[in-house]
């Protein structure tokens, strides 16, 4: 069973970064699409970046294109959300998610939250003056 474990959030004044990682145990992400979602108080979880295995397609909202980038070291099994130029609406709770598919071509378009199967348990971003 994979099992997926977000690190790096806090608190960041506006205008300023942090970078996420999603740890994986339990098995390899060698074969798995990862995605990265967000969820504020009283909204919707929203997904905002997705990598297909081999990191050949990314997808990002458009609310963090051009701010934030994914990444991914399958060999360490790890995925990273760099944040830049953090506004206060992306304060939320960002998790990780995981979907078992080989394509290439997986992330060429968010993915939506029911497609994912595993998910982390989150980390808090806050960001504010």
């Known amino acids: 069973q994979l099992q997926l474990v977000e690190s790096g959030g806090g608190l960041v004044q506006p205008g300023g970064s942090l970078r996420l990682s999603c740890a994986a145990s339990?098995?390899?992400?060698?074969?798995?699409?990862i995605g990265w979602f967000r969820q504020a108080p009283e909204k919707e979880r929203e997904e905002v970046s997705c990598a297909s295995y081999d990191a050949n397609t990314l997808d990002y909202a458009d609310s963090v294109k051009g701010r934030f980038t994914i990444s991914r070291d399958n060999a360490k099994k790890i995925v990273y959300l760099q944040m830049n130029s953090l506004k206060p609406e992306d304060a939320a709770v960002y998790y990780c998610a995981a979907v078992w598919d080989p394509y290439p071509g997986i992330c060429s378009v968010l993915l939506g939250k029911g497609r994912y199967k595993y998910w982390g348990q989150g980390t808090q971003v806050t960001v504010s003056s």
């Open positions: 339990g098995g390899t992400l060698d074969h798995y699409a």
